[in-house]
T-cell receptor, first 114, second 112 residues
Framework: NAGVMQNPRHLVRRRGQEARLRCSPM?????VYWYRQLPEEGLKFMVYLQKENIIDESGMPKERFSAEFPKEGPSILRIQQVVRGDSAAYFCASFGQGNTGELFFGEGSRLTVL | LAKTTQPISMDSYEGQEVNITCSHNNIATNDYITWYQQFPSQGPRFIIQ???TKVTNEVASLFIPADRKSSTLSLPRVSLSDTAVYYCLVGVFSGSARQLTFGSGTQLTVLP
């Protein structure tokens, strides 16, 4: 798990502010998944990205949420005009082409909206 | 898209073998079955993966029947530290991979 770095680990925002969550995948990995986990619930798929491409964003709300994975730098999950219902843990996972299929997860970013 | 169904919770005692079954009736030909473990406030961690029959590693075994419509994670001689949520994931990892969807997970509680 230590290979996938997420920051910040904890983020507090007031309603209406923006939240930016960053994920640096393991070295050599070019595939990133973002998941959301509400308290006491399971992991919900949000978006799947490859370098510079969004492959599947069917799990992400159409409004206020966006994700990117630029050629250089980390993947970013951006939530605009946050609401209390956005409070959750957001996990990033990466894997590399041709691996055995193991997803490597970060420790998550915990967003609290006041 | 393969949907998975697992028991919500299970209790066991230290030293016992625990079997957690996951149903995935519409698994696709290319899908692999992967199990993850998650402790509170941590990211999930890979346990084991298989395609068919039986797979064993140093921490668990995975049993997959011929029709592949279910799978069973077997944890031998559990300890208190095995208390966690266990997720079954069905999907394929490839350049054209679609979303990988986790089930709701099974909360395993190991009692002394």
């Amino acid at each position: 798990n230590a290979g996938v770095m997420q920051n910040p680990r904890h983020l507090v925002r007031r309603r209406g502010q923006e939240a930016r969550l960053r994920c640096s995948p393991m070295k050599g990995h070019s595939h990133v998944y973002w998941y959301r986990q509400l308290p006491e619930e399971g992991l919900k798929f949000m978006v799947y990205l490859q370098k510079e491409n969004i492959i599947d964003e069917s799990g992400m709300p159409k409004e206020r949420f966006s994700a990117e994975f630029p050629k250089e730098g980390p993947s970013i999950l951006r939530i605009q005009q946050v609401v209390r219902g956005d409070s959750a843990a957001y996990f990033c996972a990466s894997f590399g082409q041709g691996n055995t299929g193991e997803l490597f997860f970060g420790e998550g970013s915990r967003l609290t909206v006041l | 898209l393969a949907k998975t169904t697992q028991p919500i919770s299970m209790d066991s005692y230290e030293g016992q073998e625990v079997n957690i079954t996951c149903s995935h009736n519409n698994i696709a030909t290319n899908d692999y079955i992967t199990w993850y473990q998650q402790f509170p406030s941590q990211g999930p961690r890979f346990i084991i993966q298989g395609y068919k029959t039986k797979v064993t590693n140093e921490v668990a075994s995975l049993f997959i029947p011929a029709d592949r419509k279910s799978s069973t994670l077997s944890l031998p001689r559990v300890s208190l530290s095995d208390t966690a949520v266990y997720y079954c994931l069905v999907g394929v990892f490839s350049g054209s991979a679609r979303q990988l969807t986790f089930g709701s997970g099974t909360q395993l509680t190991v009692l002394p």
